[in-house]
């Protein structure tokens, strides 16, 4: 218990840091979703929701006007992620979470080439390549999630092909379990 506790309080720590220092948009979005993913690998699903949702309004202490504009964004996909990620964990997360990380920005990229919604987002990098490598750090920390998740329980059955849970119904050596034989003082009191 106190591991997972001290790796979420890092994780967190780690988002925040993210969110704080001084660097483009994109680079503080993809540092607070890979803790957001690592957390969740290290200490669960509420670490998770605390780095994805917590961290981000912590870099508005910079005063950065980017930040602010791209924070709606930012916390949207990030909330859906980890949604997508608790919902469709195990092989249906791979897909689900990445994609549900970059839907707000690919709405907001097609409606701000529409004259009604025209405005001009501080990417800082080209629109698809935000989407891009959130797609990558998304993929990768599922990746890394499920191979954790593996190795987790690889390493708490002794045996490869050992059941997690014992069969009550079967004997230790593997074979059926037979009834146990009455005692012959119980057959006398009958």
Same mark, same amino acid.
């Given at each position: 218990?106190?591991?997972?506790?001290?790796?979420?309080?890092?994780?967190?720590?780690?988002?925040? &840091?993210?969110?704080?220092?001084?660097?483009? +948009?994109?680079?503080?979005?993809?540092? /607070?979703?890979?803790?957001?993913?690592?957390?969740?690998?290290?200490?669960?699903?509420?670490? %998770?929701?605390?780095?994805? =949702? !917590?961290?981000?309004?912590?870099?508005? /202490?910079?005063?950065?006007?980017?930040?602010?504009?791209?924070?709606?964004?930012?916390?949207?996909?990030?909330?859906? %992620?980890?949604?997508?990620? $608790?919902?469709?964990?195990?092989?249906?997360?791979?897909?689900?979470?990445?994609? !549900?990380?970059? +839907?707000?920005? &690919?709405?907001?990229?097609?409606?701000? *080439? *529409?004259?009604?919604? $025209?405005?001009?987002?501080?990417?800082?990098?080209? $629109?698809?390549?935000?989407?891009?490598?959130? =797609?990558?750090?998304?993929?990768?920390? &599922?990746?890394?999630?499920?191979?954790? #998740? @593996? @190795?987790?329980? +690889?390493?708490?059955?002794? #045996?490869? #092909?050992?059941?997690?849970?014992?069969?009550?119904?079967?004997?230790?050596?593997?074979?059926?379990?037979?009834?146990? $034989?009455?005692? @012959?003082? %119980?057959?006398?009191? @009958?």
């Amino acid at each position: 218990m106190p591991q997972r506790l001290f790796a979420g309080v890092f994780f967190v720590l780690a988002a925040i &840091v993210c969110a704080v220092a001084p660097m483009p +948009a994109v680079f503080r979005s993809l540092g /607070i979703v890979l803790s957001a993913y690592l957390g969740f690998s290290a200490a669960g699903m509420p670490v %998770a929701y605390l780095c994805a =949702l !917590l961290a981000p309004p912590f870099g508005l /202490i910079g005063g950065d006007p980017d930040w602010l504009v791209m924070l709606p964004i930012v916390l949207s996909g990030n909330l859906l %992620a980890m949604l997508g990620l $608790e919902f469709g964990w195990r092989y249906g997360a791979l897909v689900l979470s990445p994609v !549900l990380l970059v +839907a707000p920005a &690919v709405v907001s990229w097609q409606l701000s *080439k *529409k004259p009604l919604f $025209e405005v001009s987002l501080p990417w800082h990098v080209s $629109e698809g390549a935000w989407i891009a490598l959130h =797609l990558l750090v998304a993929a990768l920390g &599922v990746l890394v999630s499920l191979f954790l #998740d @593996r @190795r987790r329980e +690889a390493r708490a059955a002794p #045996d490869g #092909d050992a059941p997690r849970i014992a069969d009550p119904r079967r004997d230790p050596q593997g074979g059926p379990r037979q009834p146990a $034989e009455r005692p @012959r003082s %119980a057959e006398r009191l @009958r």
